[in-house]
Structures are given as C-alpha cells and as structure tokens.
T-cell receptor, first 111, second 114 residues
Framework: AQSVTQLDSHVSVSEGTPVLLRCNYS??????LFWYVQHPNKGLQLLLK??????LVKGINGFEAEFKKSETSFHLTKPSAHMSDAAEYFC?????????FGSGTRLSIRP | DAGVIQSPRHEVTEMGQEVTLRCKPI?????LFWYRQTMMRGLELLIY????????DSGMPEDRFSAKMPNASFSTLKIQPSEPRDSAVYFC????????????FGPGTRLTVL
C-alpha cells in the first residue's frame, strides 16, 4: 500500500533562517505530490503540487519543493522563515482517486 | 467563489445523540471527501464520492457512521449514536475530477461528544 512519511513531527527554526520539512513517498512511478498547510483552527490549504513537469515546484508564500525520484523524496523548503509560517504542514501523494497524507509536521518559528 | 462550506462550525452533544455534519462543495467539483482529524490519529480519510456516488468508504470507522450525497451540491456525514471517542474535527474537501486533483478543504466542524 502506498504511504507517505514525514520524517519530522516537529521542526523549530528561528525567524529569517531556512526551513526544511522532509517527506518521502512510496510509489514506484511518478505520482502527483502535494504539500498543504494548516493554520490553527483552519482547514488545509494547498501550498504546491507536483505533476511530473518541472522537478522544482514553486508554491505560495515563498515555499518550494523538489521532486527527487532517486530518493523518493519531496522535501519542502523556504529560504527565510517568517512568523506567519508557523503551522502544521502535510505532505500528500495521489493514490487512485484520493490523496494519501502524511502524519504532518508542526513548524514553530522562534523570534 | 465561496469555497467549501461546512456547517455547523462547532457542535457539542451528549453521548448517544445523533449528529449530522453538512458540506457544500465548490460548484462544478465532482468529487467530495470527508476527513477526520484527531491528535492521536492525524488526518484520516473516511469516505469519498465521485459524481454523488460513494467510491471508497473503507475509512468509515463503524456502522454508526454514514454519509450521503443526494446531489452535487450537498453532502452529510451522520453519526448515530455518537460516542466521546468521535470527538474530532471533521473536514470536507472537494475537487474537480476523480484523479487526485487538487482538493479544496472546508474550515471544518469541531465535534465534541460529552
């Protein structure tokens, strides 16, 4: 069965420093991959989506993710963290007609 | 576009009572998904519909849970009877097509069963 592994349940960075949230997928082919963000007491919002075009995907709010087939990874990065980036982030992989989500990574930003 | 609309936003009920959660997907979207989110189990897919037909309900916890989609603009998730362990945030999401297209999430319903 397909699965998505988010390697860190919690990441804490200082404001202005880079962010790296790690995600590994399980498909042997090139799936559609997603990153969603969930702010407190809100629904999930799409950050970016990979669909076998360019391997580097740019999303909203300065986030981007790189698809690496050899590593089955789709890590999310941002060069400089902002206080407003504090949220829960979910990686997802397409599976038939649904998305398999990882367990989430909580991102904290230190002033 | 109003986005996915869920009601109520908050529901507090007593054990044994029937609970009905409602969802209006984005107009023109053909797939609808119900999720449950808890601290312990994270985000779980309960059931999804395509063109108003339930496609996969393998995530529905037990017979106390049922979902319907009588038309393209409305879906319900019902819990009868409710139990304290059903306390969670329930999200509805919709997408244009059936092939794992981008899902748009509603704001969620926070259910508390006492």
């Amino acid at each position: 069965a397909q699965s998505v592994t988010q390697l860190d349940s919690h990441v804490s960075v200082s404001e202005g420093t880079p962010v790296l949230l790690r995600c590994n997928y399980s498909s042997s082919y090139s799936p559609s991959l997603f990153w969603y963000v969930q702010h407190p007491n809100k629904g999930l919002q799409l950050l970016l989506k990979y669909t076998s075009a360019a391997t580097l995907v740019k999303g909203i709010n300065g986030f981007e993710a790189e698809f690496k087939k050899s590593e089955t990874s789709f890590h999310l990065t941002k060069p400089s963290a902002h206080m407003s980036d504090a949220a829960e982030y979910f990686c997802g992989e397409s599976s038939a007609s649904k998305i398999i989500f990882g367990s989430g990574t909580r991102l904290s930003i230190r002033p | 576009d109003a986005g996915v609309i869920q009601s109520p936003r908050h529901e507090v009920t007593e054990m044994g009572q029937e609970v009905t959660l409602r969802c209006k997907p984005i107009s023109g979207h053909n797939s609808l998904f119900w999720y449950r989110q808890t601290m312990m189990r994270g985000l779980e897919l309960l059931i999804y519909f395509n063109n108003n037909v339930p496609i996969d309900d393998s995530g529905m916890p037990e017979d106390r849970f049922s979902a319907k989609m009588p038309n393209a603009s409305f879906s319900t998730l019902k819990i009868q009877p409710s139990e304290p362990r059903d306390s969670a945030v329930y999200f509805c999401a919709s997408s244009v097509g059936p092939n794992a297209d981008t899902q748009y999430f509603g704001p969620g319903t926070r259910l508390t069963v006492l």
